[in-house]
């Protein structure tokens, strides 16, 4: 190294360096990161399906008319354990109590109802509709018409065997004079 000054050289002068040599700081190597992708977060869970719906209820109701004066209500559909009140047209006439299932079964009278068709409903939290028919039923003839019947077919079989006995006996004195 040259101590200060210039130094010719040829062509041309060139400075002299004094000191050191300042030599730059290699340029940074560019050395990429390596791309970390984090993963999405997960998608929410799906709501849970809905319940079931519940069995569809079944609603029967029947009136069976008894000749006793007594008819049966029987349903199905009530509310479980739910109190049932029957009704004819508007009326009460039975209290009952549905059973687990809803179902019910009671007896009512209908000596009272007059003839004719009558809208029987049972209320248990649903409305059960059901149509008792009460019918009139008449005599036909009369008790002193019946035992004219009898008579007169008692004198018949006796005019019967009456003329049965006495052929028998003409028949037999018929023979009785033929053996003579």
Known sequence: MWA?????????????VTGSLLIPP???????QPIVETPPPPPPPPPPPPPPPPAPRVEAF???????GVAVGQGQGCNSNAPVTLTVDGNPVANTVANSQGGFQTTFPTG????????????????????????????????AATVAMILLFLLMIGWLQRS????AADSSAAESLVNS
């Open 4 to 16: 200060g000054g210039t130094r010719a050289t040829g062509h041309r002068t060139v400075p002299e």
């Open 26 to 32: 290699p340029p940074p190597v560019y050395r990429p």
């Open 62 to 68: 029947t009136v069976t008319k008894q000749i006793t």
């Open 112 to 143: 009272t109802i007059p003839a004719g068709q009558h809208a029987v409903v049972a209320l248990c939290g649903a409305t059960l509709n059901a149509v008792l028919d009460i019918v009139l039923v008449s005599e036909i003839g009369t008790p």
């Open 164 to 167: 049965r006995v006495e052929s």
